[in-house]
């Protein structure tokens, strides 16, 4: 394995950190959103979507932090082998490829949650609409 296997990965994690960075401030957002809802029949919604929030955050966290460990491990890696130590540079890149894979898993299941709260807004618009009419 040379230098330049590493170094592949490198535009693919950025991208993907600034992702996970746009996600987690959409998910801030919707906190602010919430915390403005100030009506009786909007505590239903927010007492349902504080949870699936909570675990968004958690799972954002987790992501964004293989996430930086696969791109640190994946400096170390390349640090390594420009020092031809191939052995430790394999295993540190095969490492930092695990974390990226935790990374994405996470991602994952974060967007699983993510459409179960766009269910349950929708649902609680249909019914404030069908109450409407």
Do not use: H, W
Not at 68 to 97: D, E
């Amino acid at each position: 394995m040379d230098l330049t296997t590493p170094a592949l990965l490198f535009p693919a994690i950025s991208l993907l950190l600034l992702a996970y960075t746009n996600r987690f401030l959409v998910l801030a957002q919707l906190i602010r959103q919430l915390k403005q809802m100030d009506s009786e029949d909007d505590y239903a919604l927010i007492a349902r979507q504080i949870g699936m929030l909570k675990k968004r955050i958690v799972l954002t966290k987790r992501m964004q932090a293989f996430g930086v460990l696969s791109f640190f491990l994946c400096t170390v890696s390349m640090f390594l082998l420009f020092l031809q130590l191939q052995t430790p540079g394999i295993v540190a890149f095969g490492t930092s490829l695990v974390l990226l894979s935790l990374s994405l898993l996470y991602s994952l299941y974060e967007i699983q949650i993510s459409t179960n709260a766009i269910n349950v807004e929708l649902a609680n618009f249909e019914a404030r609409k069908s109450g409407n009419d």
